[in-house]
């Protein structure tokens, strides 16, 4: 955040629950550039009050595991911003702290797509390969081998 300019940023921190809303407001609270709602990407955007083509960039970290349908998520994402910069973080599945952790959270094992089987959660190269038959055609991941989250731009 110190990075950005406040007098040419407008940043949005959106998430599905006012907990995290919450959160990030006390966090973020001394940049006034930034802006907090809720967004459910399971919704159009636009049907929730975000304009469509109204981003430059789309920064999502663990958001889109938690929708029902990955392609029609990813369909939603595309409409949302005005460029062609998107960069998503994942965890990796491999990492069993997320089944202690976070397996019981209602809406966890929602999906419904036949892309995932048993896990929301996808490996990057699972990743690499929904983004690319989703027409993204920059997809990287890194790093390639570890239990912390796996990145894709």
């Known amino acids: ?12 921190f959106t998430d599905v629950s006012d907990l995290f ?3 990030a407001r006390r966090k973020f609270s ?3 550039f930034v802006r907090y709602g809720l967004l459910d990407f399971e ?20 958001t889109l595991h938690a ?6 998520a990813l369909d939603r994402v595309v409409r949302f911003w005005r460029r062609e910069d998107f960069s998503y973080c994942s965890s990796d599945p491999r990492s069993s702290w997320h089944d202690i952790t976070t397996a ?7 999906f419904t797509d036949g892309i995932r089987d ?9 990743w690499s390969e929904v983004l690319t038959r989703e027409g993204f055609d920059k997809v990287a991941a890194f790093p ?6 796996q990145c894709s731009a």
């Open 1 to 12: 955040m110190p990075a950005l300019s406040a007098d040419r940023t407008t940043y949005w």
């Open 21 to 23: 809303l919450a959160r």
């Open 30 to 32: 001394s940049y006034p």
């Open 43 to 62: 919704r159009d955007p636009q049907e929730q009050g975000y304009p469509a083509r109204g981003f430059d960039v789309v920064f999502g970290a663990n």
């Open 67 to 72: 929708t029902a349908d990955l392609r029609k």
């Open 104 to 110: 019981l959270i209602e809406g966890w094992q929602k």
């Open 118 to 126: 048993e896990s929301p959660l996808l490996s990057a190269g699972q």
């Open 144 to 149: 390639n081998r570890s239990p912390r989250p």
